[in-house]
């Protein structure tokens, strides 16, 4: 099992920019990959980004590209995302999640789960 603690979340006006850390312990071998997702009140959970413990390759929904980056640091086994141009829709609580996943957009495929921080944009 790996444990996940988030940190970054807050209060920030539209257009401002936050960053989130994922840091992960336990048995950090046992997953392939980290994601990011979010629920906001009312709405299921959505992907937001993730990518893979080697190689370089980031995945992001639609509604976050261009504006979220998210990163590791393998010698921290953490994991980062950096929200910029944050908008009033950005509003959820943000997870992040690690698992041995094929289908990095699938949330089912993540076994490991964070207790989200909750990210709040005024407009």
């Known amino acids: 099992q790996v444990q996940l603690v988030e940190s970054g979340g807050g209060l920030v006006q539209a257009g401002g920019s936050l960053r989130l850390s994922c840091a992960a312990s336990?048995?950090?071998?046992?997953?392939?990959?980290m994601g990011w997702f979010r629920q906001a009140p009312g709405k299921g959970r959505e992907f937001v980004a993730a990518?893979?413990?080697?190689?370089?390759?980031?995945y992001y929904a639609d509604s976050v590209k261009g504006r979220f980056t998210v990163s590791r640091d393998n010698a921290k086994n953490t994991v980062y995302l950096q929200m910029n141009s944050l908008k009033p829709e950005d509003t959820a609580v943000y997870y992040c999640?690690?698992?041995?996943?094929?289908?990095?957009?699938?949330?089912?495929?993540?076994?490991?789960w964070g207790q989200g921080t909750q990210v709040t944009v005024s407009s």
């Open positions: 999640a690690a698992g041995l996943v094929a289908n990095l957009g699938a949330d089912r495929q993540y076994a490991s």
């Open positions: 336990g048995r950090t071998f046992s997953s392939s990959a």
């Open positions: 990518l893979r413990w080697s190689g370089d390759s980031t």
